[in-house]
Nanobody, 121 residues
């Protein structure tokens, strides 16, 4: 059974940083596109960043230049380094894996439980 477990969330002041982690099990991690999504209160879930099995990345415009997604295939772990955090970054952040193994990224098939990030001004 696929399991994605996030950690690293917390409360920080504007301008601060957090490093989110996601440990995956139950799938051939290195063969899947992985990603981070977030959902703020009253808002739809949105894509933050994705990284393919080969390390190709893409970012939402709102986080580009501030966040970095990376993966360590030897540890089955996904990371999101968040810098220069703003109050509007406050949300529950979810780790996600694609439904199917592929070269690029497509539809999400699996979700983690989420980790809360709160940024105060």
């Amino acid at each position: 059974q696929v399991q994605l477990v996030e950690s690293g969330g917390g409360s920080v002041q504007s301008g601060g940083s957090l490093r989110l982690s996601c440990v995956a099990s139950g799938l051939s991690y290195s063969n899947f596109c992985m990603g981070w999504f977030r959902q703020a209160p009253g808002k739809e879930r949105e894509e933050v960043a994705r990284i393919s099995r080969f390390g190709t990345t893409r970012y939402a415009n709102s986080v580009k230049g501030r966040f970095t997604i990376s993966r360590d295939n030897a540890k089955n772990t996904l990371y999101l380094q968040t810098n220069s955090l703003k109050p509007e970054d406050t949300a529950i952040y979810y780790c996600a894996a694609d439904r199917y193994s592929r070269t690029g990224c497509a539809d999400v098939g699996y979700w983690g439980q989420g980790t809360q990030v709160t940024v105060s001004s």
